[in-house]
């Protein structure tokens, strides 16, 4: 899967889910602020990640996370750290 089929996998997943136009999830968007998202919303994301990318995150993998990149980033990294065992 290249790096641009796994942002759009997420772009799609998130839209869905968090039920917002797949326009606003712009790289450079704040990931929390456009999702509008809540500590339970969070939950229902590690769910998402874990069921779509096979990997699991923690509530401290998002203490770095502002933006859609930055998410788009932990998320590549995860798969290719996964790939690479």
Request: overall charge negative; hydrophobic content about 45%.
């Amino acid at each position: 899967m290249t790096n641009e089929e796994i942002i759009e996998k997420i772009r799609t997943t998130l839209a869905e889910e968090f039920e917002v136009d797949i326009e606003v999830i712009q790289p450079e968007a704040l990931l929390m602020q456009t999702l509008e998202l809540d500590s339970l919303d969070l939950v229902d994301m590690v769910v998402l990640v874990e069921q779509n990318f096979g990997f699991n995150i923690t509530g401290q993998d998002f203490t770095e996370i502002k933006t859609f990149q930055d998410f788009y980033d932990l998320v590549i990294a995860r798969i290719k750290e996964k790939e690479a065992k």
